[in-house]
């Protein structure tokens, strides 16, 4: 594993130095584009299972 040194211009002005994670962790992992969903092209109603197998009626 490589590690890669990142060099940042962000201040740690606060406590907690998010800003500076921030900066950081963009440098790093830059966003990625999700591929586009696809939506099926034909959507056909779902079956009933027990529709095929009827009760008797009983007298």
Known sequence: ??????????AAGDASALGLALAVARE???PVRRAPELVPAVSRP?????????RTVRT
Not at 46 to 54: I, V
């Open 1 to 10: 594993m490589k590690i890669k040194s990142v060099r940042h211009t962000t």
């Open 28 to 30: 790093l992992h830059p």
């Open 46 to 54: 779902k079956q009933r299972l027990a529709s095929g197998r009827r």
